[in-house]
């Protein structure tokens, strides 16, 4: 979150990196998460939560990922995905979401 990026006079909490135009904007994307840049979620050890994933973008996808306070990967499981359970659990550490 940037408090001196605007748009149209607003502040803005959301921004989408200039992927169509194919100009290199990787130092600029950043996603807001219920309104908020890199949340913070404080929860204990062995601690289950169900986090529901959207991608609402129109011409990108996101990827997803959860960091430790020293800023370590932490894995997680997947279970379902577009409304479809797996047969299983799969551990990963990023999930890439496509747009829409």
Known sequence: YDPARTVQGNPDTFFEGLFVSGEDSTNDVLFAVNNEYRPTFHLSINEVVHF?????QAVSGSAFYFLDSNSNVV?????AS???SYD??????????GPG
């Open 52 to 56: 529901r994933l959207l991608c609402a």
């Open 75 to 79: 894995p997680f499981f997947v279970f």
């Open 82 to 84: 577009d409304g479809i």
């Open 88 to 97: 299983r659990a799969y551990l990963k550490e990023m999930l890439v979401i």
